[in-house]
C-alpha cells in the first residue's frame, strides 16, 4: 500500500512488470538453452570418451561384418556428431519460437 494514497484508493499498476517477465522469461529460456546443451555435451562425451575407454569390450559385437568398436572410430562418431548438431538445431528452433511466443504474450 502507498502511504501518499488514501487508503480506498487502488494502487497505480506497476510498470516494472513487464520488464520483470522480459526478465524472467530470458533467464527460463537460457536455463533450457543450457540444459540441452548439456545434455548433448553428454551424449557426445559418451559417444566420444565411451567407444575408446569401451573398445575392447565393444570388439565383441560386429556391426556390417566389422567390430562395433572399429565401426564406431571409422564412421559412428562422425554420424553421432551430425546427430547432435541437427538435434541442436531442431531443439534450439523450438525453444527459440517458444520464447518468441511467450514474449509476444507479455506484450
Known sequence: ???TMPPDQPSPPDS???RRR?????AAHWQRTR????ALLGVWL??????????????QFSLFGWPLSFYMAAQG???????IIG???WAMRRLDRRY???LGEQA
Do not use: C, K, Q
Open 22 to 26: 522480459l526478465l524472467a522469461a530470458r
Open 100 to 102: 518468441v511466443r511467450e
Open 77 to 83: 562418431a562422425s554420424l553421432v556428431s551430425l546427430a
Open 35 to 38: 540444459r540441452i546443451t548439456l
Open 46 to 59: 559418451a559417444t566420444g570418451f565411451g567407444t575408446v575407454f569401451f573398445a575392447r569390450d565393444l570388439a
Open 87 to 89: 538435434a541442436y538445431a
Open 1 to 3: 500500500m502507498n502511504p
Open 16 to 18: 516494472d512488470a513487464p
